[in-house]
């Protein structure tokens, strides 16, 4: 694995904080180091444990061409989710998890495929020959509300090969459904979380925007690696 994980980086964005004492969850008490003040603190060699194990599954995932879908809908990890899948031309989900979105992919292809006819007849100008202005606008915002849902995974063919989860309760839903399908999940799970039925436990501070930052560049670069190692395969075929 050629992605270096950085303990001293992990420390400096703080994701060694975990939550207040009172609110922690048993099962992970073996990815806890310590009690500062009312808090927990996380150890960060097993955080590097778990991005050296979860790292190499992403790149090997994207080697064999398939996606990761990046899932993080909580509020302040949004953002930063969609820009990570964007820069490696990864599917993802930052709004709201709608209930089927990998379970009942019927539904949600047909949605997909309505939105993709909807793209397409208003960049051709079809709907504004067709239609009244209003009617147009009706449109227009029927096409984003639609993109908001289903914009990241419109490209998605098939089901994902992993599943990444930026929040483990924030996200349980996406989690849930890919478990229903057996598709691997690496999760960032911090100290108040049931780390059952993640594959791949990330403990980590869910609430740091830097930490979570750092764990999102980590993965972009095991999706490069494996994108970079299947171009080369088959350039040498």
Do not use: C
Not at 136 to 154: C, F, P, S
Not at 171 to 187: G, Y
């Amino acid at each position: 694995m050629s992605v270096k994980v950085d303990i001293k980086q992990l420390l400096e964005a703080g994701v060694h904080f975990g939550h207040k004492t009172s609110r922690w969850h048993p099962k992970m008490a073996p990815y806890i180091h310590s009690k500062r003040q009312d808090s927990h603190i996380i150890d960060l060699t097993k955080t590097v444990e778990a991005l050296e194990k979860a790292l190499p599954e992403i790149t090997k995932t994207v080697n064999n061409g398939k996606k990761v879908l990046f899932v993080g809908t909580k509020k302040q990890m949004k953002e930063i989710t969609r820009e990570a899948a964007e820069s490696v031309n990864q599917p993802f989900v930052t709004e709201r998890w709608v209930g089927g979105m990998l379970t009942n992919s019927a539904t949600v292809n047909q949605q997909i495929k309505k939105l993709k006819n909807l793209e397409k007849r208003m960049s051709t100008g079809e709907l504004e020959k067709r239609y009244s202005k209003l009617e147009v606008q009706r449109y227009a915002e029927e096409i984003e509300d639609m993109d908001l849902k289903y914009g990241g995974i419109k490209d998605l063919m098939g089901k994902p090969g992993i599943l990444f989860a930026t929040d483990a309760i924030a996200d349980a839903n996406a989690i849930r459904e890919a478990k229903t399908l057996n598709i691997p999940v690496v999760a960032i799970v911090d100290t108040n979380v049931n780390p059952d039925g993640i594959d791949f436990v990330i403990p980590a501070n869910d609430d740091a925007i830097k930490g979570v930052k750092l764990i999102l560049d980590y993965v972009v670069a095991a999706v490069q690696e494996g994108a970079a190692d299947k171009k080369e395969a088959t350039t040498k075929k």
